[in-house]
């Protein structure tokens, strides 16, 4: 179960009387993103559901034009929980700016208010406090264990790595005489 309202990021769907259509886009292609997109955050970003068509549309809007391709979109933003919530920041924090009969920022709004009313931001920043918290109790562990002698609890044995082969002695450099012309003369090379 999920800390937030999935339900209400995708309910009640998006349709065309939502929307305004611009010059290369319906409001029912409006629809589909916002639905899309929508139903994408709601499933924890779900690889499966990341499309060319999700990425082509996504990374003309709130702000996201300067990534290349949508692994590196993906790389950027869904791997880790970090990246999520950097990602709804970023959402979250866009200011919706144009026309909606030149630009999507009706459709930017509509999902703005969807991810407000969801909860989904505090529940991802709750989500990665208790990921720091436990990284950091683990490494205190480590470090009680290695400065105060108190065993870790559940420690896995240690093992020391082989050593590396101490490298080969050189001899000790020769000097190399040159046989260098008289000043003032000239040599072919």
Request: aromatic share 12%; net charge positive.
């Amino acid at each position: 179960m999920r800390p937030w309202d999935a339900k209400a990021l995708v309910r009640p769907l998006f349709v065309e009387a939502d929307f305004t259509p611009t010059k290369w886009d319906t409001a029912a292609d409006k629809a589909w993103f916002a639905n899309a997109l929508c139903k994408f955050i709601a499933a924890d970003f779900a690889r499966t559901l990341w499309t060319k068509r999700l990425y082509r549309r996504l990374s003309q809007c709130y702000g996201h034009i300067a990534h290349y391709s949508d692994a590196g979109f993906w790389g950027v933003f869904f791997n880790d929980t970090q990246g999520k919530l950097d990602f709804l920041d970023e959402t979250m924090s866009h200011r919706c700016h144009g026309d909606p009969t030149y630009t999507y920022c009706d459709v930017e709004r509509a999902i703005q208010a969807r991810l407000r009313r969801s909860g989904i931001v505090p529940a991802y920043q709750a989500l990665r406090l208790a990921e720091i918290e436990a990284a950091e109790r683990a490494a205190l562990a480590r470090l009680r264990a290695k400065y105060e002698g108190a065993p870790p609890p559940a420690a896995a044995p240690h093992h020391q790595p082989p050593s590396l082969p101490s490298p080969p002695s050189l001899p000790p450099p020769q000097r190399v005489q040159r046989n260098d012309p008289p000043p003032g003369q000239a040599t072919l090379l």
